[in-house]
Every structure is written in structure tokens, then in C-alpha cells.
């Protein structure tokens, strides 16, 4: 029963084709007309689309010569990191002032637990149209928002009504809405996933839900269980305010694809730089260093080295990608090459959960409609 599960009140806030968005705020020429940040040149990727482009079938991750293919109206706008995160902590600041217990995703998204808030407002949906509103009357920009027993529901529910809307799941609705759902609404179910579901006749959360917990481990491993408890609206996770970062990356895609290694040399001391200054800017330093390696056919091939020490210093980051480098032949010309550090100092050793305390409930009684 829902009833036995820890419910809380929780809004997952998601800022409607957020960059592209900033773009046209910024630029009122660009209202209403095609664009993608990114993207621009021969050998560029789309970062993010307006919904005028996604209409053309433009999106993330595509590159802009299908994107200008798909949509030859399409205006390419430069992507400008420092802008985002500026108008992103107005609109945190925002979250900030109706609850603390707010995790950030991105710049363009965040969980809020509004089960007890700052306002002492019984109703989450009201909360969140009323940030809903302050976000477009101070910053400019429209959000979508879902609202739910916890944070799985809330982001797949956000979706819904996109953009400049937000959706609802009562508890009492839970069931039946998890059971409704497309299994590619799943977050968490990728593309690949969602096929292998399909050739077992997995198209719904019903289907889903009526699989055994031993028939999904044995066909989809470790994410059996994760799959097994959220169709039945189980997700104890709780909203972690303070996240931790657990990677720090730099990556260029190049013009030309490369195929000499003393030419990717030249590029590995650029990126290196970038890593070093954003490793000190956010005062954390790693042991775990990753090469990245995307070659002219799109194939992505990772090789890592795992230092005794934390590590930020530019020079032995370097030295270290140059190793991981040489350590393998190359399969083909590279396009991109990037590298991060993981296992970073300011990750903490996780203390085992009891059954008890994964399970305990919110002391608030949630008496008032969502």
C-alpha cells in the first residue's frame, strides 16, 4: 500500500529548453524563430534547441550539420556557460526562499522537498505554480514543474505538460500512473533498455509490474530491483542539498580529425589547463584520471589511471593523459579527446543503511492535498 511508503511532498522544477531560452531573453530577435546553442560549423554539436527547432526534429547531442538538414532556418547561437550560471542561482535563490532541502541537478533543474516549507504552505502544487510564477516574473523565463511522492514520479510527471506547465500525482493516483506510463518514460530506461524491454513484451509499467523480482535481475542485472521497486512507487532517495561532485571534466571536439599523436599532444596541454583551473576554482583535487576518445567513426574508447595521491596540478594531469595516450595503439582518427578526474576529495565513504532507516517515514503528517 502506499500508505506503508515514506511519502513526502517533493517538486521536481525543470526550466523549459533552458540555454536556448536564455538566448532568446537575451536577444528578442531570436523569440519565436529556430535556434540551437552549439552546433555552428561543419563539425559542431547542438548543446540545446528551442521548441521552434524541435519542431523540425532538432535536438541535444545531434550534430549541426543534420540539424541545419533538418531545419535550414536554423539560427546558430554560441553556448555561454557564465550567463547560464548566473541567471541559474537567481532562480535558485528563488527555490531557496520556500525550502533549504533543495538538490540541484543542472543548471536547469532541481528537486525540492517541500513537505515542510518556509512558507507554511500546505499544498505542493500551489508552491510550485507559484515559483512557477516568480521565475517568469523575475527572471524572464517559463519552467515546467512535477509534483509527487518522491523524486522518481516528480521528474518523470514533469514532462507532462511541457512547456510552461506542471503535472500533479496525487498519492492516491500513484498506482495507476505508474502503471499507464510508457516504459520509455522510465527515467532510467534508456534506448537501449526500452528495446530489450519491448522483445519481452515490457510496453507499460503494468508489464512491468508483473514481472518478478527474480525474472528482472536475471534479465537486467543490478537495475532489476531499481526497475522492480519504482513501478510500485518505492524510491527512498531523499533530496541531498549539499550533492557531491564526483567528476570535473574538459573536452574539444576538433575541426579536423587528428591522426598524428604529437598533434593530440598539442591539444591534451589545452584541455589539461582548463581541467587544472576548474580543479581550483572548485577547490578539489582528484586521483582518478580519465583520457577520453571519440574517433571519426563516433566509436568513444575510455582509458584511466589511478594515482596514490589527489591530484590538480596541470603538469602531472598531462603527463598522465599523455601515458594513457601511448598505452594503446590508436583504432582510427580522433575527433574529440577529453579528459576528467574522478575519485575526487570530496567524496565520502558511504555508511551502510539500515533496513529501518531506508524505510522510516516523514514525521509530518500529510493531511492536505498535494
Given at each position: 500500500m502506499i500508505n506503508d511508503l515514506p511519502i513526502r511532498k517533493i517538486i521536481h522544477v525543470d526550466m523549459d529548453a533552458f540555454y536556448a531560452s536564455v538566448a532568446?531573453?537575451?536577444?528578442?530577435?531570436?523569440?519565436?524563430?529556430?535556434?540551437?546553442?552549439?552546433?555552428?560549423?561543419?563539425?559542431?554539436?547542438?548543446s540545446?534547441?528551442?521548441?521552434?527547432?524541435?519542431?523540425?526534429?532538432?535536438?541535444?547531442?545531434?550534430?549541426?550539420?543534420?540539424?541545419?538538414?533538418?531545419?535550414?532556418?536554423?539560427?546558430?547561437?554560441?553556448?555561454?556557460?557564465?550567463r547560464y550560471t548566473e541567471i541559474s542561482k537567481r532562480i535558485r535563490k528563488i527555490f531557496l526562499e520556500y525550502t533549504d532541502l533543495v538538490e540541484p541537478l543542472s543548471l536547469d533543474e532541481a528537486y525540492l522537498d517541500v513537505t515542510e516549507n518556509k512558507i507554511g504552505f500546505p499544498s505542493a502544487s500551489l508552491i510550485a505554480e507559484e515559483i512557477r510564477q516568480r521565475i517568469f516574473n523575475e527572471v524572464g523565463l517559463t519552467a515546467s514543474a512535477g509534483i509527487s511522492i518522491?523524486?522518481?514520479?516528480?521528474?518523470?510527471?514533469?514532462?507532462?505538460?511541457?512547456?510552461?506547465?506542471?503535472?500533479?500525482?496525487n498519492p492516491e493516483d500513484v498506482f495507476q500512473f505508474l502503471e499507464d506510463l510508457d516504459i520509455r518514460k522510465f527515467y532510467g530506461v534508456g534506448k537501449v533498455t526500452a528495446e530489450?524491454?519491448?522483445?519481452k513484451g515490457i510496453f507499460t509499467g503494468k508489464d512491468l509490474k508483473a514481472k518478478s523480482l527474480e525474472y528482472l535481475d536475471k534479465n537486467f542485472?543490478?537495475?532489476?530491483?531499481?526497475?522492480?521497486?519504482?513501478?510500485?512507487?518505492?524510491?527512498?532517495s531523499e533530496v541531498k542539498p549539499n550533492r557531491i561532485r564526483k567528476s570535473l571534466a574538459a573536452e574539444r571536439t576538433f575541426s579536423k580529425n587528428l591522426s598524428s599523436e604529437i598533434f593530440m599532444l598539442?591539444?591534451?596541454?589545452?584541455?589539461?589547463?582548463?581541467?587544472?583551473?576548474?580543479l581550483t576554482k572548485s577547490k578539489v583535487s582528484g586521483k582518478t584520471i580519465t583520457l577520453k576518445i571519440k574517433y571519426s567513426d563516433f566509436t568513444l574508447q575510455t582509458r584511466s589511471k589511478t594515482l596514490p595521491y589527489f591530484v590538480s596540478d596541470q603538469s602531472i594531469i598531462l603527463e598522465t593523459a599523455k601515458d594513457l595516450l601511448y598505452q594503446n595503439k590508436l583504432n582510427n582518427s580522433v575527433r574529440l579527446l577529453g579528459i576528467s578526474l574522478s575519485?575526487?576529495?570530496?567524496?565520502?565513504?558511504?555508511?551502510?543503511?539500515?533496513?529501518?532507516?531506508?524505510?522510516?517515514?516523514?514525521?509530518?503528517?500529510?493531511?492536505?492535498?498535494?
Open positions: 532568446q531573453m537575451d536577444n528578442p530577435e531570436l523569440k519565436g524563430k529556430p535556434i540551437a546553442v552549439g552546433g555552428g560549423g561543419t563539425r559542431g554539436v547542438v540545446a534547441a528551442s521548441y521552434e527547432a524541435r519542431k523540425f526534429g532538432v535536438k541535444s547531442a545531434m550534430s549541426g550539420r543534420l540539424a541545419i538538414k533538418l531545419c535550414p532556418e536554423l539560427i546558430f547561437v554560441k553556448t555561454d556557460f557564465e518522491n523524486k522518481f514520479i516528480a521528474k518523470v510527471a514533469s514532462d507532462y505538460n511541457k512547456p510552461n506547465g506542471q503535472k500533479t500525482v530489450k524491454m519491448y522483445q542485472g543490478k537495475s532489476g530491483r531499481y526497475y522492480y521497486d519504482v513501478v510500485r512507487g518505492i524510491h527512498f598539442e591539444k591534451l596541454e589545452h584541455i589539461s589547463e582548463e581541467v587544472s583551473k576548474r575519485n575526487l576529495n570530496t567524496e565520502k565513504p558511504k555508511k551502510p543503511k539500515s533496513s529501518d532507516q531506508e524505510k522510516k517515514t516523514v514525521s509530518v503528517q500529510l493531511k492536505f492535498s498535494f
